[in-house]
């Protein structure tokens, strides 16, 4: 069974880096979209960034120019470096995939188990 698990969260002062990453198993064939959200305590989940099969990107706006999302389609892991971290970023981050391709079908809306990320000010 496909499943997501991320690794890399923290406590960093503001103005530092992390780097999260997130790696799929299970039988996997393709992976469609993979990609970050954040929730942050009291707010609703939010997209932080994707990136397509083909390499595709799309960034939240308070994000651009200091995050940034990889992935490597043979390994079907996904990266998010994030640098110059504001206290605004703190939240638990979620690896998300969209649709994943197994040897037994289609999984869709594949969520990882969230990894703390704390940015003291």
């Known amino acids: 069974q496909a499943q997501l698990v991320e690794s890399g969260g923290g406590l960093v002062q503001a103005g530092g880096s992390l780097r999260l990453s997130c790696a799929a198993s299970?039988?996997?064939?393709?992976?469609?979209?993979m990609g970050w959200y954040r929730q942050a305590p009291g707010k609703q989940r939010e997209l932080v960034a994707h990136?397509?099969?083909?390499?595709?990107?799309n960034y939240a706006d308070s994000v651009k120019g200091r995050f940034t999302i990889s992935r490597d389609n043979a390994k079907n892991t996904v990266s998010l470096q994030m640098n110059s971290l504001k206290p605004e970023d703190t939240a638990v981050y979620y690896c998300?995939?969209?649709?994943?391709?197994?040897?037994?079908?289609?999984?869709?809306?594949?969520w990882g188990q969230g990894t703390q990320v704390t940015v003291s000010s």
């Open positions: 990136v397509t099969s083909g390499g595709g990107t």
């Open positions: 299970g039988g996997i064939f393709r992976i469609n979209v």
């Open positions: 998300y995939a969209d649709r994943i391709t197994t040897s037994v079908g289609y999984k869709y809306d594949n």
